[in-house]
């Protein structure tokens, strides 16, 4: 069973820093285009920003600049890298295992980041 587990949450003040963790298990890591996804309190889930098991990537406008992603596949692990972080990115983030159409994609459970002074 395909199981993906984020850690790397927590409170930080606005400006900081945060790096979020999602290592993957059960199924090969490298067939899987991995992306993170956050919902804001009372909003609706939006992109973050995804990798290709290649290495390609794309962000989230509001994202640009200020977060990076990252894979290491020997580790089954992708990586968010937030910096400069602002009140509105206050969100549980949840990152997502993407095979393609016609397959099921995969979530982890979620990890609380808020910013706040």
């Known amino acids: 069973q395909v199981q993906l587990v984020e850690s790397g949450g927590g409170l930080v003040q606005p400006g900081g820093s945060l790096r979020l963790s999602c290592t993957v298990s059960?199924?090969?890591?490298?067939?899987?285009?991995m992306g993170w996804y956050r919902q804001p309190p009372g909003k609706q889930r939006e992109l973050v920003a995804t990798?290709?098991?290649?290495?390609?990537?794309n962000y989230a406008d509001a994202v640009k600049g200020r977060f990076t992603i990252s894979r290491d596949n020997a580790k089954n692990t992708v990586y968010l890298q937030m910096n400069s972080l602002e009140p509105e990115d206050t969100a549980v983030y949840s990152c997502?295992?993407?095979?393609?159409?016609?397959?099921?994609?995969?979530w982890g459970q979620g990890t609380q980041v808020t910013v706040s002074s």
């Open positions: 059960g199924s090969a890591f490298n067939i899987y285009k």
């Open positions: 990798i290709t098991s290649g290495g390609n990537t």
């Open positions: 997502n295992a993407y095979r393609g159409s016609g397959w099921r994609d995969y």
